[in-house]
């Protein structure tokens, strides 16, 4: 078997998909951007062969990459970045070089939020009211059925970048003055929090294992505020949760892959979309779980995700029971707070219960805090403690 991957060292943590295709025996071809000296060793040793291009943007130089693996090893049964900024050029690729997955007439219903909504609505699961944002009179319009505030967000993103939130009329008229040139959609405000459903597919869009991860705090803002980030693991999938997110892995083409789901629980009721309590779709995401949270599902369970997802791909199966023992939880903390424990603290504290601490790269730590700790606990209590005695600031 030849698998494609495209971009395999970043982020970092991806090479484990590559070793453990590598370790079932398959022909694991990299494309990138950086030199191969540059890669780390586990990375280099996970790979059968890499091409480096000057331009991972530049389409025809990875068409030239794929073309120069066909030439030398065959047909390529398999191409991935798993990466949201990717997943359209390997959508395209898969098209051009008649590679089985996700093709290009169908990436953009994944990718683009206006898109997702047709999708939400076939498979009977309520998602915010929305329209494209044209000009600002048809945006008056929107409002007026819908009310303030109301979030602009780009078609085409991930997380709470480039995300604002409009409050007022002079708000309305400054996201105009400063019109993004990409392309955005206005939706109604939804006060409520995230919801994840994480899991992994086979080849017959079928869901081999599931799990879920809940975010108190909206992470719009955790980055708008500077704040802190704080999330944890669910043992049990609220029901209504589940076949919500089963009805959208149907209505999308989400076979053999990771995915990652986004819902809302509305705190309040909400004329026109649901009651106090009810899940409401957000949106879809097409590649696994970014912020550590594929190590989080490992240690949650006591399993190898990279090694499951892998085995799906060259075996078209996965035959286990999966056993969430733990609740896993991700604290983060920001330099530029005064702290009531100190590390040292925290360890000696919890140190039975922290799995991994981290400092952060400074390219993701408005979202993700400057440093993390990673723990776990069959008690959901326990973990709750823990976030506070890691986060709790010294008073003013």
Known sequence: MNFVYVSPNFPSYYWHFCDHLKKLGVNVLGIGNTDYD?????????LTEYYKVSDLSDYDQILRACGYFTHKYGHIDHL????????ENDARLRTDF??????????????RKSLMKDHFKKAGVPSARYQL??????????IASVGY?????????VGAS???????????DNFFANLPVCDYVME????GHILTFDGLTNYDNKILFATSHLFPNPVMDVVTGDDHLAFYSLREIDSDLEMAGRKIVAAFDTSARIFHFEFFRLAEDK????????????EVNMRPPGSYMLDMINYASDIDIYQMWATMIVHKGLKSEIDRKYHCAYASRKNHKKYLHSHTDILATYGENIVFHTEIEQLFSRAMGNYTYIFRSPSLDIIKKMIAYIQAEKPQ
């Open 98 to 111: 008649n590679i089985e997955g996700t093709k290009l007439a169908t990436i953009m219903d994944m990718k």
């Open 271 to 282: 004329n026109g979309l649901g009651k106090k309590g009810d899940i409401v779709a957000l």
């Open 149 to 157: 505030p109301v979030i602009v967000k780009p078609d085409i993103g």
């Open 162 to 172: 480039a995300t604002f939130a409009l409050h007022n009329e002079n708000d309305l």
């Open 188 to 191: 109604e405000f939804v006060k």
């Open 80 to 87: 991935d970045s798993q990466n949201e900024f990717w997943l």
């Open 133 to 142: 944002v044209t000009n600002i009179d048809a945006a008056k319009n929107f």
């Open 38 to 46: 540059q890669l780390e060793e586990p990375m280099k040793g996970a």
